[in-house]
């Protein structure tokens, strides 16, 4: 299956991304994190970039003028710096994830 990316409110979502991809980013190498679905208000002080191994997440702000943004296990996600937004989990996340340092 071919790797799309798409982007909205900043976040980029890619799928499918390549074995090759990942192990170049040193994924399996990047801290855990996981939750329980439910609605979770966030803030990105850094850029993060993470990689859902299972889950389903529905992303929206509140200025968004009603623009969601979802992803899910399997996705190679980017987040902007900045970002307040709402997560909205469906089925429970685990992902491993960076902070760009810049």
């Not at 798409?6 to 976040?11: A, E, P, R, T, W």
């Not at 990942?22 to 993060?48: R, T």
Request: aromatic share 8%; charged share 20%.
């Amino acid at each position: 299956m071919a790797s799309s990316s798409s982007s909205n409110l900043g976040i980029i979502v890619q799928k499918n991304p390549s074995q090759s991809l990942l192990n170049e980013l040193g994924i399996k190498s990047w801290p855990k994190w996981g939750c329980s679905p439910g609605k979770y208000q966030l803030k990105f002080d850094a850029q993060e970039t993470c990689y859902l191994l299972r889950g389903k997440v529905k992303v929206s702000t509140k200025n968004s003028n009603d623009e969601i943004v979802e992803f899910g296990a399997g996705d190679l996600v980017i987040i902007p710096k900045g970002l307040s937004c709402t997560w909205d989990v469906s089925i429970a996340v685990d992902k491993h994830y960076k902070f760009d340092s810049s």
